[in-house]
């Protein structure tokens, strides 16, 4: 009978348990469809006129071939992101569209974005 009381008990407790612990596991789901989103609805929260860009590079290149490209710029700092990504911040901001232009047919940079940078109000 106490075999019994018990077996119930320790089998409620363990459902209990496993209850508790997986609710708690729910995944975050980060879609760049979200940041995309985000962008377009809160236009303010992002910093006009960063010269901050992410460049990707093409395997087996090496950043100091890539960043001959922007020399016209000015490079005022650049911060490894791992991966082939760096962080590039120039003086003279010419815009992500000229920039994309100027690495067209690069045989170092595969791509370049702009640093997207959030602002806190």
Known sequence: MFNKIFNCRL???ILFAGV???SGCKEA???SNDIET????NPDKIKKNSSEYIIV???GSKITDALNSLNAYDIRLIKDLKQDR???EL???PGIERLKNDIIGSEYIKH???NFIYTTQ
């Open 57 to 59: 590079l093409k395997e």
């Open 29 to 31: 789901k980060n879609n």
């Open 20 to 22: 508790v612990v997986f």
């Open 11 to 13: 089998l409620y407790f």
């Open 112 to 114: 370049i974005q702009p």
């Open 86 to 88: 760096y962080l590039v």
């Open 38 to 41: 985000q962008i377009l609805n």
């Open 91 to 93: 003086k003279k901001n």
